[in-house]
């Protein structure tokens, strides 16, 4: 009697009962030797399934239940806020990675009486790098319309009603993000490090101060301090470029996925 243990399916004589080409032959043959191994098939099965579960959409739309398609025609225009606003942001991302490339987060100067080291850079992209001042205007307006489109889609979601019951979460989640979006535009205000930065980023010094109990431990946090610094630059360049991109896009595929499986909510 052999030892070898016995395969739960006898592949090789189903493979040999079908009339395959070459080419079937070796991919299915392949397949199964990578399945015995890594159980391809098994989450193949899996995302199938979660595929089809969540495309059991919940509950149906209004327009669905009352066949209203040619009666809020003129709503539809305000149905695309959400993907403009993604939109957006992948744009402002996608501009603000290849400004990465040349800005420096320093607040020191390269010498008496000149500008910091970030502002200088700012100059160089703006003035001196091949299509810099493209890409960074790419940025900054990608940003302001990013903004403009989050608000107006909250907007648009509240007057339709479709925060209630049950998409109650998922406004939830839009209020954190809309949040987030605030703290993108700030902490991204203040990296040029001119003036308008550093008033900005004394104002919000000032903010954190002002919070009961906590005010200095929030100043310490946010700004490494009570008054702008090397720190306070380092802190809003690590939440620009490294903590906000995650987080905001994590929940962005969370809010995108909630709205795939409960369907679209139209005008009540």
Known sequence: MSLEKKDEYDHKNWLDSK?????????????????????????????????YRSNLQMPKSHTEQYDLDNKFWYWYALYTLGFFSTLAYVVAA?????????????VGSAGPGEASIAYS???FIMRDLQFGFMLRSIHRWSAQVMTAAVFLHMLRVYFTGAYKEPRELNWLLGIVLISLTMV???????????????????????????????????????????????ATLQRMYILHVFLLPFVVTTLIAIHIGIVWVQGIAEPH
Do not use: C, H, N
């Open 121 to 123: 850079q700012i100059a």
């Open 184 to 230: 993108f535009g700030y902490s991204g205000y203040l990296l040029p490090w001119d003036q308008l930065a550093f008033w900005a980023g004394q104002i919000g010094v000032e903010m954190s101060l002002s919070i009961p109990l906590i005010g200095e431990w929030v100043a310490q946090l946010l700004f490494g301090g009570f008054s702008l610094s090397q």
């Open 94 to 106: 996608i501009s603000g990675a290849l400004l990465g490339f040349y800005y420096v987060p320093a």
């Open 19 to 51: 009339d395959l080409t070459p080419v079937e032959a070796t991919f299915l043959t392949a397949l199964i030797w990578v399945d015995k191994r890594l159980r391809i098939v098994d989450y193949l099965e899996l995302l199938e399934s979660l595929y």
